[in-house]
C-alpha cells in the first residue's frame, strides 16, 4: 500500500481530533505537578485536549500567525505544551526551544525562527526572566504570552485568552497540506547560528502512523519524563500514543531533570498501571541503582530507548532488573524522530539499533565518496548512515545549512557511522565527528565504552579524542563509577587495554568523575569532555614554561566552526616577557591540531 494511504488525516491536529471523537472523555494527559507518586493529577481529557488545540490554533492566528510563520514555545513540560505543539502547527509553525539555554542562545533561535509570538511561564520563573533577556537582544518586537505566573502587563494570560476563541472550527478555515511545514526543532549548532529542522505534518503523521509498527495501543499508560522540546518526546512518546488513544502520564515541569524522578518512576509506574516508558542511555542506567522490591510492574510491556546507543551490558543488566524487555529505537531530529526499532517479535540483537522502519529507505555510503553518486557500502562496512523517506525533513530552516547536510540525491546524512548486516539489521558504531583518529587509524569510541560497562564498579563511561602532538590524538576515557563501587583510575585503564578489540584503541588515560555532564535530553555531552580533553593535552605542554614564573591559564570551548577552540592566556611579568612567552606558547601548541588564541594580560 502506498505510504499515501495509511493515514486518514492531514496534519497531527486533524488526527487527534478523530481520536477525540471517539474517546471524548478518556483521559489524554495527566500531569504531575511534582512527577511524585502521591501527586493529585491534573486530566485532561481527549474532548478538552483538542479543544484547547483549536481555541490555540485561533489565538495565534488572531495574532498574524499563517502557515509560514513561526510561534516560539519556551516552556518545561507543561500540558500546555501539546496545546502549542499540534495548536500551533494547525495554523502555523510550532518553534519549541530548550528553556535550559541561555538568553543569547533563545535570541539566536528565536531569530532564525523569525517567531514574532513567544509563549512562556509568567514573571517569578526562571523562564520568564530569561525570555525577557533574550527577546531585548531579538532586536525586532516579539508579543510574549504567558502560562502561569504573577500577574503582569507585559505579557497576556495565554489560559486565560484562548478562552475567548471558538473551540469547535478553525477560525482560518486553513486546508492544511501534508508537505506544508508543521514544526521547525533547533539541533546541532545553539550559538552563533542554530540550525533549524523543519519537519512537515507528513513527517508527524509518520511519526503517528509507525507507532502501530510498534503496537503503542488504546489501553497504553506512558509515564513521559524526556523534555517535549526534544522532538523524541514530541513525536515518539507524544504524538504517537496520542494518534491511538493512550494516556500520557507527565511527570513534572522538568522530568526526569528532577532528581526526584527517577528514584520514584516505579512506584509511578505501579499507582498509574503504566505499559511502557521511554528512556535514554543515562536514565536506565540510574534506574539499575532504584529497587524494585515489592513494587507491581506486572502491567509493564515495554521499555523503549533511543538518543544515544546503550551499552549491551546496560541493556542486559537493566531487563534482567526490571523483568521487562527494552526496545532500541534510532532516529534523529532532522528526520522527525524514529526511523529504526528493534523488531517486537523479530530476533533482538543486542547492540542493533534494530530494522528499518516501513517506508523509510535506509543505506550505509562510504565515507570518501559523497558526491551525486556515492558507493553504498558491502553488508558488514562501516560508512555513514543515510535516509529517505516521507519522515525526513525538508530542510533547515535557513538554507545555507543544508549544505552538506545531503548525499547524492537527497540522501539524509545522519553523521552516523554503521554498517547493515546480511539480514538487515542496522549497527551504529558511534558518530562521525566522534571517530577518534590516532595516527591515522580509525577507532570507535564504542570500543572503549564497552569494554569499560563490563567492569562492575562503571556506571557510565565515555571515550573521545585527545590531542597529541605525534598521534594526532590519542584515546581517553572518562568514567563515573556506581554508588559503592571502587577502582583506580589505572586499574580501569588496564582492564580497558585488555578487553578493546585492537591495541591502538587502548584508553591512554582514564579520568575518574563524580557527575558525566549530559544535555536536557539525558544525553552524555562529549563536546564538553572533548574540550576537558585539549586542556588538559595543552597544559601539560605547556608545563615546562611554567618554570619562568609567569602564569599561564588554558581553557578549552566548543566552536561551531573549528570544533574546539583553546584560549590560552598569559598573566604578569612584563610585556616584553609576555610577548616572549607568548611566541614559545605558540611554537609548542603548533604541533597540535587545535584551533587557539594565546591573549597576554597584565
Known amino acids: 500500500m502506498p505510504w499515501a494511504q495509511r493515514v486518514p488525516a492531514n496534519s497531527a491536529y486533524e488526527l487527534i481530533g478523530q481520536v477525540a471523537r471517539r474517546f471524548p472523555h478518556k483521559p489524554a494527559l495527566q500531569y504531575l505537578p511534582n512527577g511524585l507518586p502521591d501527586d493529585v493529577p491534573l486530566t485532561t481529557s481527549y474532548g478538552e485536549l483538542f479543544r484547547r488545540m483549536t481555541r490555540t ?31 500551533g502547527g494547525a495554523t502555523g509553525v510550532a518553534a519549541p526551544i530548550n528553556p535550559l539555554l541561555r538568553p543569547s542562545q533563545i535570541a539566536e533561535i528565536v531569530r532564525a525562527a523569525g517567531s514574532r509570538v513567544l509563549v512562556t511561564t509568567g514573571p517569578g520563573t526562571e523562564f520568564w526572566d530569561k525570555a525577557k533577556a533574550a527577546l531585548q537582544l531579538v532586536g525586532y518586537p516579539v508579543e510574549i504570552l504567558r502560562i502561569g505566573g504573577d500577574e503582569t502587563r507585559e505579557a497576556l494570560d495565554f489560559d486565560r485568552l484562548i478562552a475567548e476563541y471558538p473551540d469547535d472550527h478553525l477560525v482560518s478555515a486553513r486546508k492544511i497540506s501534508r508537505h506544508e511545514v508543521a514544526a521547525c526543532f533547533h539541533t546541532g549548532g545553539t550559538t552563533g547560528d542554530p540550525k533549524l529542522a523543519q519537519h512537515t505534518h507528513e513527517g508527524q ?68 498501571r503504566a505499559t511502557r516508558v521511554g528512556l535514554v542511555p543515562t536514565v536506565a542506567s540510574a534506574l539499575l541503582n532504584v529497587p524494585t522490591d515489592g513494587i507491581d510492574l506486572s ?12 551499552s549491551v551490558e546496560v541493556l542486559r543488566a537493566f531487563e534482567a532488573h526490571a523483568g521487562v524487555a527494552m526496545m532500541e529505537g534510532y532516529g534523529l531530529t532532522e528526520a522527525t524522530a524514529l526511523t529504526h526499532c528493534t523488531p517486537q517479535d523479530g530476533e533482538r540483537r543486542a547492540g542493533s539499533i534494530g530494522l528499518r522502519c516501513p517506508y523509510v529507505d535506509a543505506k550505509v555510503f562510504r565515507l570518501d565518496s559523497r558526491g551525486s553518486v556515492p558507493a553504498e557500502c558491502a553488508p558488514g562496512e562501516v560508512g555513514v548512515l543515510a535516509l529517505k523517506g516521507p519522515t525526513v525533513m525538508v530542510g533547515y530552516r535557513q538554507e545555507r545549512h543544508d549544505r552538506g547536510a545531503f548525499i547524492g540525491e537527497r540522501w539524509l546524512d545522519t553523521g552516523d557511522l554503521g554498517f547493515v548486516d546480511q539480514d538487515g539489521y542496522f549497527w551504529v558504531t558511534g558518530r562521525a565527528k566522534d571517530l577518534i583518529i590516532r595516527g591515522g587509524h580509525n577507532i570507535s569510541p564504542t570500543w572503549i565504552e564497552e569494554a569499560l560497562y563490563q567492569h562492575p564498579a562503571v556506571a557510565f563511561a565515555a571515550a573521545v579524542g585527545k590531542p597529541d602532538a605525534y598521534a594526532g590524538e590519542v584515546p581517553v576515557a572518562y568514567v563515573v563509577l556506581k554508588p559503592g563501587g571502587s577502582a583506580s583510575a589505572e586499574e580501569l585503564r588496564a582492564f580497558a587495554a585488555d578487553e578493546v578489540p585492537e591495541r591502538p584503541a587502548a584508553p591512554s588515560e582514564v579520568i575518574l568523575m ?48 573549528y570544533g574546539i577552540v583553546a584560549r590560552v592566556t598569559i598573566v604578569g611579568a612584563d610585556p616584553g616577557a609576555r610577548q616572549a612567552m607568548a611566541a614559545d606558547v605558540e611554537q609548542i601548541l603548533g604541533r597540535f591540531a587545535v584551533h587557539r588564541e594565546v591573549v597576554t594580560d597584565s
Not at 58 to 84: E, K, R, W
Not at 205 to 224: F, H, K, S
Not at 521 to 541: H, N, Q, W, Y
Request: with cysteine; glycine share 8%.
Open 514 to 561: 563524580d557527575q558525566m555532564p549530559v544535555t536536557a535530553v539525558g544525553k552524555i555531552f562529549k563536546p564538553a569532555l572533548r574540550c576537558d580533553a585539549a586542556r588538559r593535552a595543552l597544559d601539560a605542554a605547556l608545563a615546562p614554561l611554567r618554570s619562568r614564573g609567569v602564569e599561564i591559564r588554558v581553557d578549552a570551548a566548543p566552536d561551531e566552526r
Open 299 to 310: 502491567t509493564l510491556k515495554r521499555f523503549g530507548c533511543g538518543a544515544a546507543p546503550i
Open 57 to 87: 490554533a485561533n489565538l495565534l492566528h488572531h495574532f498574524g500567525i499563517g502557515p509560514a510563520d513561526t510561534v516560539s514555545v519556551l516552556l518545561p513540560n507543561l500540558p500546555q505544551m501539546h496545546d502549542l505543539l499540534w495548536g
Open 205 to 272: 503523521l509518520y511519526q503517528a502512523w509507525v507507532a502501530g509498527t510498534l503496537r503503542i495501543e488504546e489501553d497504553d499508560v506512558i509515564p513521559v519524563g524526556l523534555p517535549l522540546f526534544h522532538a523524541a518526546a514530541a513525536y515518539c512518546w507524544g504524538i504517537a500514543p496520542l494518534s491511538v488513544g493512550a494516556t500520557l502520564v507527565l511527570l513534572g515541569p522538568m522530568g526526569f531533570r528532577n532528581p526526584a524522578a527517577v528514584p520514584n518512576l516505579w512506584k509511578v509506574i505501579e499507582r498509574f
